[in-house]
């Protein structure tokens, strides 16, 4: 074997047998279900001038960077899990996604940061999104300035990091599930709802790393 076929891509290896390529994304899309459900009808509730209330005030006060965020991150979402399938990797659909995927996902990095910052929340509660927001535009222009020195496997590195704190809503859900099953039904906190948040990035960032490492191509050994 030549070191030029060793050091191929991942993608170009043939997919593995027993595992469906629509797998990955599926389970993706159905992860990010609650978010997008969730947006569509805050969205909705939006539309149909509600009364106002202390859960809706800042939303209804201050409502486009909610609106963007909505379809911003449901556009990256469900057209980003798209992306990880190796067949569409390899047309050109994956490049005019990827045109489509990089201002959605940053529209959603930056109004959500917006809304950390000028809706009402705990001081705790803005760092973290703060921080979420800015790893998740930072991700995502990294791997658009690798794409463009032609650096595809850096760039899907990139890429599915970014991916994988935009999903963190969707798993988000499950941490505060498992803490509604330890606790007992009892109501979180303040700063217990916001490390749940976080557990549901770093999750999401082991997995990225694990998926990354196992689809790294991998040296001969002389």
């Known amino acids: 074997m030549t070191e030029q076929q060793t050091l191929a891509p991942a993608s170009a290896a043939p997919a593995r047998r027993g595992r469906p390529e629509w797998l990955i994304p599926a389970g993706l899309i159905v992860l990010s279900l609650v978010p997008v459900i969730a947006g569509g009808f805050r969205i909705a509730e939006l539309a149909s001038g509600p009364v106002v209330t202390e859960a809706n005030a800042r939303f209804v006060h201050s409502p486009i960077p909610v609106i963007a965020h909505v379809i911003g991150a449901t556009t990256y979402l469900l057209l980003g899990a798209l992306q990880f399938m190796p067949s569409l990797r390899r047309v050109r659909w994956h490049r005019i996604a990827g045109r489509i995927l990089v201002p959605a996902g940053l529209i959603a990095a930056f109004s959500g940061m917006w809304m950390g910052v000028f809706y009402t929340r705990p001081v705790f509660d803005m760092v973290v999104r703060l921080v979420a927001g800015t790893l998740m535009?930072?991700?995502?222009?990294?791997?658009?300035?690798?794409?463009?020195?032609?650096?595809?496997?850096?760039?899907?590195?990139?890429?599915?990091?970014?991916?994988?704190?935009?999903?963190?809503?969707?798993?988000?859900?499950?941490?505060?599930?498992v803490f509604l099953l330890v606790s007992g039904g009892a109501t979180a906190d303040a700063n217990t709802t916001v490390l749940l948040l976080i557990a549901g990035w770093v999750i999401n960032l082991c997995v990225a790393e694990v998926a990354i490492r196992r689809s790294a191509p991998r040296r001969s050994v002389r």
């Open 137 to 177: 535009a930072t991700f995502i222009l990294l791997g658009l300035r690798a794409v463009l020195r032609r650096d595809i496997a850096t760039h899907r590195r990139w890429m599915i990091r970014g991916y994988a704190v935009g999903i963190g809503a969707g798993t988000q859900v499950f941490t505060a599930l």
